[in-house]
């Protein structure tokens, strides 16, 4: 009679090489994976927080992720429509139109849960603490520094929002420009080139204009650091849907497999590259889908909408 643990282990044997041979498949066919971010801050910046991640990632995939540092929101999206970009971390907005271009190949896995359990972030516009506006209405005919037009806090959000409340960009700022990052924003700003500036912000102690703080960047007139207290917020969006990373739905589902069970094992199995990542502001990752981002894709069709009327 033919033994059964024999049968079981044969069946276990070939499972197991099965499996390891399609791994091995996707690593032929995908020797390198290139991981891109939106533009948040300098490239130096995004190389020291996110390089760590990134060889992170390449221990646990076991293969080369190279970390490429994106001039514009439009290059990571086209990077992925393209194929050339494996993994790419995205505003909301920016990630609904990264899909929509796409045809659907480019879709969300995971985002950061914040400190508390929040997933999700905030746009908010700042002005300096010297001057006298205290409110949206009071910086009637004043100059805006946004982001990029991709960018959800730094666009996309503001401009939805503050319509809705009475507030059209177009109209109610004598001048809006675009300053290209999140750090030129809050540049511009600091050296009053603009009245205003919009960006990101998760908590008092979390945002893009603490980071740059922290890290000494900006300056007063007389060669001293700025603290929190020489900047004011005037106005705060909803809360918005988190930052998703997204790869492409058309990569081997082992790859796929892999790439989400690595960026949700980072915490624990390496906590000082998570923490890098996330200045140490952040929980863990959270699973997400496209269906997390139907407002955001709801969002773009208006700004779309609002555009060609424009153009008109």
């Known amino acids: ?3 059964r643990r024999l049968i079981f282990a044969g069946a276990f044997a070939l499972a197991f090489t099965t499996s390891a041979a399609f791994a091995q498949d996707w690593k032929a066919k ?8 939106v533009p948040a801050e300098n490239a130096t910046g995004v190389l020291a927080r996110v390089g760590p991640f990134a060889e992170y990632l390449t221990k646990e995939l076991g ?18 429509k393209n194929r050339q970009i494996h993994i790419g971390q995205y505003g909301p907005g920016s990630y609904a ?13 995971v985002t ?15 002005v ?21 037009v991709e960018s959800t806090s730094g666009f996309k959000a503001p401009t939805f929002f503050l319509a809705n409340q009475g507030f059209p960009i177009e109209k109610h700022f004598k001048l809006a420009q675009p ?51 020489d900047f004011r917020i005037v106005w705060k969006s909803p809360l918005l849907p988190g930052s998703p990373f997204a790869l492409l739905a058309d990569m081997p589902e082992d790859l796929r497999a892999a790439i989400v ?17 996330t200045d140490g502001k952040v929980e863990n990752f959270a699973r997400v889908s496209k269906e997390d981002y139907v407002e955001s894709v709801k969002m773009n069709l208006w700004l779309d909408e609002q555009r060609k009327h424009r153009g008109n």
């Open 1 to 3: 009679m033919i033994n």
């Open 128 to 148: 300096r603490a010297e001057s006298e506006y205290k409110s949206v209405a009071d910086l009637k005919g004043k100059t805006l520094g946004f982001v990029d």
């Open 261 to 277: 069970q690595a960026f949700l094992d980072a915490p624990k199995k390496n906590k000082a590259a998570f923490d890098a990542l």
């Open 179 to 229: 300053t290209g990052s999140h750090e030129n924003a809050i540049f511009a700003l600091a050296a009053g080139t603009v009245d205003a500036a919009v960006n990101w912000w998760n908590a008092e102690d979390d945002s893009n204009l603490r980071r740059m703080l922290t890290k000494g960047m900006l300056k007063k007139a007389d060669g001293t650091a700025m603290t929190p207290s």
């Open 97 to 109: 139109r990264a899909n929509t271009v796409s045809g659907g190949n480019v879709i969300p896995f």
């Open 30 to 37: 995908y020797p390198e994976l290139v991981m891109a971010l």
């Open 112 to 126: 950061l849960r914040n400190s508390g359990g929040v997933i999700g972030y905030y746009s908010v516009m700042y």
């Open 63 to 80: 293969v080369k992720v190279t970390l490429r540092v994106a001039n514009d929101y439009t290059a990571v999206i086209e990077g992925q």
